[in-house]
């Protein structure tokens, strides 16, 4: 079974700056789909940003980039100019075949 | 469009009781999936729906069970409740076609067992 490990339980950074998550996974597959999904207060679960194992190029959206290192099975989240809004949990998730594993999360606080 | 929408958002029960919580995927979504969210602890698979079948389940008792209806709305019933089966519930849904997409969130239910 796919496992998926978020070794960072808290994190902090000061607004503007840039703060990296990690997240590692451990899978026998070679297709499979990556994701960062932000959860805040409210507990709605947000798409941060996905990636498909099968490209090399690593996925962006907006201020949001990975680094994916497939041998390494790393899949770390960037945020560039953190602003006060992405205060949340953020979970690292892991997608093969419809079976969908999340890690345990890290909860970032973004600080004015 | 409307969303994934799940009821209640809080249920309080006692130890023993049953619980049942229930979820609306979004219009077209075939697969529905839960998932129980225990402080620190993650998100944790509990069941995959599509077609009205069960397709996968995590590692959770039997007395953790569910179904799927014609019309792809879902229910997930908790039988014998313990006080550890306090969590947030989160119900997804997607398009099951479409193998590794994502998953879209509902709000969720707070179960609260006392």
């Known amino acids: 079974a796919q496992t998926v490990t978020q070794s960072q339980p808290e994190m902090s950074v000061q607004e503007a700056e840039t703060v990296t998550l990690s997240c590692t996974y451990d899978?026998?597959?070679?297709?499979?789909?990556l994701f960062w999904y932000k959860q805040p207060p409210s507990r709605q679960m947000i798409l941060v940003i996905r990636?498909?194992?099968?490209?090399?190029q690593n996925a962006t959206e907006n201020r949001f980039s990975v680094n994916f290192q497939k041998a390494a099975k790393s899949f770390s989240l960037k945020i560039s100019d953190s602003q006060l809004g992405d205060t949340a949990m953020y979970f690292c998730a892991f997608n093969n075949n419809n079976d969908m594993r999340f890690g345990a999360g890290t909860r970032l606080t973004v600080k004015p | 469009e409307a969303g994934v929408t799940q009821s209640p958002t809080h249920l309080i029960k006692t130890r023993g009781q049953q619980a049942t919580l229930r979820c609306s995927p979004i219009?077209?979504?075939?697969?529905v999936y839960w998932y129980q969210q225990a402080l620190g602890l993650g998100l944790q698979f509990l069941l995959w729906?599509?077609?009205?079948?069960?397709?996968n389940r995590g590692n959770f008792p039997p007395r953790f069970s569910g179904r799927q209806f014609p019309n792809y709305s879902s229910e997930l019933n908790v039988n014998a409740l313990e006080l550890e089966d306090s969590a947030l519930y989160l119900c997804?849904?997607?398009?099951?076609?479409?193998?590794?997409?994502?998953?879209?969130f509902g709000s969720g239910t707070q179960l609260s067992v006392l």
């Open positions: 219009s077209g979504h075939t697969s």
């Open positions: 997804a849904s997607s398009r099951q076609v479409a193998t590794n997409e994502k998953l879209f």
């Open positions: 990636q498909e194992a099968y490209k090399q």
């Open positions: 899978t026998s597959e070679s297709n499979y789909y």
């Open positions: 729906y599509d077609e009205g079948e069960e397709r």
